[in-house]
T-cell receptor, first 114, second 111 residues
Framework: GENVEQHPSTLSVQEGDSAVIKCTYS??????FPWYKQELGKRPQLIID?????GEKKDQRIAVTLNKTAKHFSLHITETQPEDSAVYFC?????????????FGTGTRLLVSP | DAGVTQSPTHLIKTRGQHVTLRCSPI?????VSWYQQVLGQGPQFIFQ???????GRGNFPDRFSARQFPNYSSELNVNALLLGDSALYLC??????????FGPGTRLTVL
């Protein structure tokens, strides 16, 4: 089945710096790659997603890139702010018979210091 | 615009008991998925339902079961609770099955 690896496990940056989180997946049939932000005690919040027919997607300070050949995708946050501090999870769909389940990475704890 | 809702928010049970968790999807969404999130880890897939039929099941024992109702709400049932079942149980709603929006979760503590 699908396996998603995520690095780094923790990331500390200064406010205004950029942050990059990287994920790799194993199933070449995976075709949908969302990123979730989870603040302490709260629900995972979908922040951006990308499909396998697109190489890059941007939404204000957040961008995601996908390299299907290498089977990896990355989250880029520019001009980080203290409110970006949270745990970020990447995920990939593992297509099954008639359904798609999300397989999550292990998470990256991002700390943005003022 | 109501999001995914789950009840109860918190639950404390003892080993051997059973529990029922509930989820109401976003209006118009016909698919509900259940995930278990152990502290410090990413969510793990348990079930997916679409149009009231089970479409997929993760690597969880038969003590875990679920169903989806005609109004697309869903229940997750866990029997013979073990200490290791303590976790945050998340429900995710989607139109089909890919773009999934999570509810606030039910935190289950098994003593």
């Amino acid at each position: 089945g699908e396996n998603v690896e995520q690095h780094p496990s923790t990331l500390s940056v200064q406010e205004g710096d950029s942050a990059v989180i990287k994920c790799t997946y194993s199933d070449s049939a995976s075709n949908y790659f969302p990123w979730y932000k989870q603040e302490l005690g709260k629900r995972p919040q979908l922040i951006i997603d990308i499909r396998s027919n697109v190489g890059e997607k941007k939404d204000q300070r957040i961008a995601v890139t996908l390299n299907k050949t290498a089977k990896h995708f990355s989250l880029h946050i520019t001009e980080t702010q203290p409110e970006d501090s949270a745990v970020y999870f990447c995920a990939a769909t593992s297509p099954g018979t008639g359904f798609q389940k999300l397989v999550f990475g292990t998470g990256t704890r991002l700390l943005v210091s003022p | 615009d109501a999001g995914v809702t789950q009840s109860p928010t918190h639950l404390i049970k003892t080993r051997g008991q059973h529990v029922t968790l509930r989820c109401s999807p976003i209006s118009g969404h016909k698919s509900v998925s259940w995930y278990q999130q152990v502290l410090g880890q990413g969510p793990q897939f348990i079930f997916q339902y679409y149009e009231k039929e089970e479409r997929g099941r993760g690597n969880f024992p038969d003590r875990f079961s679920a169903r989806q109702f005609p109004n697309y709400s869903s229940e997750l049932n866990v029997n013979a609770l073990l200490l290791g079942d303590s976790a945050l149980y998340l429900c995710a709603s989607s139109v089909l099955a890919d773009t999934q929006y999570f509810g606030p979760g039910t935190r289950l503590t098994v003593l």
